[in-house]
């Protein structure tokens, strides 16, 4: 695997830590710029947005674009609006630059998903794929308690500035490894790449990525209060349970990267199966707290290995459109967190207490089992009864 692409998910890092870091600093940026907690929780719902509304729009204004020129403008781009954010006294100002860091990050993602599968070859797409997003795993390890800890220790602010800085080297590492050319015959064109993405099979793709990361981020989201109110947990555990999530999810894209290229129907059809059995079976179990912590790391290998094998096959779909499909998986995958979080919040706001986003997790990934199986049954050509 080239060091670049490794490069490359050093900054998808950076760009995981500064959209899941804010959980841990809203109270501080709330005090200081004087906005209540709720106004200050904003600028995690419009990082959202922009990554769901950025990512297609931006993969295609960076078409024409060589590859290191677009990598180049989105990393530069995400670099600037943090330091902009970590000096800005303006909660708008702040809240601008998370719009533009969530474009930024997603027009990054796109073009680098592209650029890391053009950079191993045709049969290594899973591999490339699980690098980079080995990345946003790393970060829910250990650039969120970062993230946390630096709050803790010099304010909000410089958890912005070291966002900046660990993205420095990979602007080097572009500079140095990724091509200044396209490389290709036929100029990229707008019209033609989104007409390989009508393909149904890219499309069912799309959809059981949104499924199966909503449900994780269903039940991810609501983690904390389920672990204290139904597990048993002190609060002071919640971290620890946070880490294992974010262990197992690093684990999830080894696992995908081993065989997200070799073996991809069986990884997704076990690995959907398996992850349907453990949220009904975690939503059983909440309770003992033993049974929990296995099941959320499993659950999150899980998660990650299907999840990460689903992008690594947008990919594997549109071969003629690698930036925007890049781009429409980014999009769809957001979609499903921003999706999983509400409907996990429908079910607790209906009384139905905090095991409920668990049974919503489960009930997606049925639905996502569903879709691709009535999927591969309408693709089998009818048998005709020979007389």
């Not at 950079?119 to 650039?143: E, F, I, N």
């Not at 594997?316 to 998986?329: D, I, V």
């Amino acid at each position: 695997m080239p060091l670049v692409i490794y490069l490359l998910g050093l900054a998808v890092f950076a760009q995981g830590t500064s959209e899941f870091m804010l959980s841990g600093l809203l109270p501080d940026i709330a005090a200081d710029l004087r906005v209540s907690v709720p106004a200050a929780g904003s600028l995690t719902s419009v990082f959202a947005v922009g990554m769901i509304a950025g990512a297609p729009l931006l993969a295609i204004a960076s078409l024409r674009w060589s590859p290191r020129r677009a990598l180049l403008t989105f990393l530069i781009a995400f670099v600037l609006v943090h330091v902009v954010g970590a000096v800005t006294p303006s909660f708008g100002v702040l809240l601008a630059t998370r719009v533009l860091a969530a474009l930024a990050n997603a027009g990054f993602l796109a073009v680098a998903l592209a650029v890391a599968t053009r950079l191993v070859g045709p049969d290594a797409k899973g591999r490339a794929t699980s690098a980079l997003l080995g990345g946003v795993t790393l970060a829910c390890v250990a650039g969120v308690p970062a993230g946390a800890l630096l709050g803790q220790l010099w304010g909000w602010r410089s958890a912005f500035w070291a966002v900046a800085l660990v993205s420095v080297p990979a602007v080097f590492a572009i500079l140095r490894s990724v091509p200044g050319d396209r490389g290709e015959d036929a100029p990229p064109s707008a019209r033609r790449e989104l007409r390989a993405l009508r393909r149904p099979r890219l499309l069912v793709t799309l959809l059981l990525g949104s499924l199966v990361n909503g449900a994780t981020f269903c039940a991810f989201t609501y983690l904390a209060p389920l672990a204290t109110d139904v597990t048993g947990f002190a609060p002071g555990w919640v971290p620890a349970l946070l880490a294992v999530f974010g262990i197992g999810s690093f684990a999830g894209v080894t696992l995908s990267g081993r065989f997200a290229d070799t073996h991809p129907l069986p990884l997704l059809v076990a690995g959907g199966l398996a992850l349907l059995t453990g949220w009904i079976a975690f939503a059983i179990v909440a309770a003992n707290p033993a049974a929990a912590v296995v099941l959320l790391f499993a659950q999150a290998t899980l998660s990650f290995a299907v999840g990460s094998t689903l992008i690594s096959q947008v990919l594997y779909a549109t071969p003629e459109a690698p930036t925007l499909g890049g781009g429409f998986a980014t999009a769809a995958f957001n979609v499903g967190a921003a999706l999983g979080p509400w409907l996990g919040g429908v079910v607790i706001g209906g009384g139905l207490g905090y095991r409920s986003p668990i049974w919503v997790s489960a009930a997606l990934v049925a639905t996502a089992l569903l879709c691709g199986a009535l999927a591969v049954g309408l693709r089998r050509p009818a048998t005709v009864p020979t007389a």
